[in-house]
């Protein structure tokens, strides 16, 4: 009758058990799907169990933004804890009141060490690059990776006049001449992302790229990324690629392993997750390129 049946093949009993396991679409099948593996290794008698999410699916869902809604990322969170899950390891939540949802611990990984792996592994001279933001809640995002490779930070200023629709984008910061980077956690449609894009070349810029952690790319996303005026469009494998997004000549996929098999490691040693990602543990730039990083 289409129910989920999970057994472990081996004993587990005193084991810390890491469950890889991105609740990307089908979203719910694969939510389910961890809590009951979550469950069939706490009955295991598993020593600890942490979720491992490279991509959470009701990240977005973190707030009420009208009335009668559901705040199903915390909703999320606690079904988790109460299937048995001991921490969380998770990669760019769509913000920083997703973790205080948990009342488990949460490690918090971040896309931008594959981002400047993939940027370093093409040589670019850092003189020609700016990265921006494409909207005001982004800038944080955007900050932290300007300063770690030392380059100008831009905004996209977007006004709506109604929801889903953006009248008017305005560039905050100089773009003439530049190679744009668009950084981001999640890239749905893509029609925000395309749009920003040609502004940035009506500004001025020289080309436009896009690094986005978590490639959710619905509906006509493809489409309108395969027509866009962006160089290319770079994406982590947090979500398991569909067809089309794989043969898309301009889209790129990096892979997330080395970064969370690092974390893993930390956390089953005991050692801080957090310092994987702090500035000065990073490799500095040298004669104007970066320099790879893992």
């Known amino acids: 009758d289409g129910v989920i049946y999970v057994q472990v093949g081996e004993s587990i009993r005193g084991c810390d058990v890491f469950l890889v396991q991105p609740t990307c679409?089908?979203?719910?099948?694969?939510l389910m799907e961890l809590l009951v593996m979550v469950d069939a290794c706490r009955r295991a008698s598993a020593r600890s169990i942490t979720a491992?999410?490279?991509?959470?699916?009701?990240?977005?869902?973190?707030?009420?933004?009208?009335?009668?809604?559901?705040?199903?990322?915390k909703l999320t969170a606690n079904i988790l804890t109460e299937a048995g899950a001991d921490r969380v390891l998770a990669m760019d939540l769509h913000s920083g009141e997703c973790v205080g949802?948990?009342?488990?611990?949460v490690d918090h990984v971040y896309g931008d060490a594959v981002i400047l792996d993939y940027l370093a592994s093409k040589r670019i001279s850092t003189g020609d690059l700016v990265v921006?933001?494409?909207?005001?809640?982004?800038?944080?995002?955007?900050?932290?990776l300007a300063k770690r490779i030392n380059v100008p930070l831009s905004i996209v200023d977007k006004r709506r006049e109604r929801a889903g629709e953006v009248?008017?984008?305005?560039?905050?910061?100089?773009?003439?001449?530049?190679?744009?980077?668009?950084?981001?956690?999640?890239?749905?449609?893509?029609?925000?992302l395309c749009k920003a894009a040609e502004v940035l070349i009506e500004n001025g810029a020289a080309e436009v790229h896009s690094y986005i952690?978590?490639?959710?790319?619905?509906g006509p996303a493809v489409e309108r990324i395969s027509n866009s005026v962006m160089k290319s469009l770079v994406i982590t494998d947090s979500i398991q690629a569909t067809e089309p997004v794989a043969k898309a000549a301009n889209i790129r996929i990096v892979p997330?392993?080395?970064i969370f098999a690092q974390a893993i490691l930390n956390i089953w040693n005991g050692t801080s997750v957090s310092s994987l990602f702090e500035t000065e543990t990073l490799e500095p730039i040298y004669d104007g390129q970066l320099q790879r990083l893992l």
């Open 256 to 258: 997330t392993a080395p």
């Open 101 to 105: 949802y948990f009342d488990i611990p």
């Open 167 to 192: 009248a008017e984008m305005t560039i905050i910061g100089d773009v003439t001449g530049k190679k744009c980077i668009i950084v981001d956690d999640i890239c749905d449609t893509a029609g925000t």
């Open 213 to 218: 952690t978590h490639g959710v790319l619905s």
């Open 52 to 73: 491992v999410l490279p991509y959470f699916g009701y990240a977005r869902a973190d707030r009420k933004s009208q009335g009668r809604e559901s705040i199903a990322a």
């Open 25 to 30: 679409p089908p979203v719910n099948d694969n």
């Open 132 to 144: 921006v933001s494409p909207d005001v809640g982004g800038v944080a995002r955007a900050r932290e």
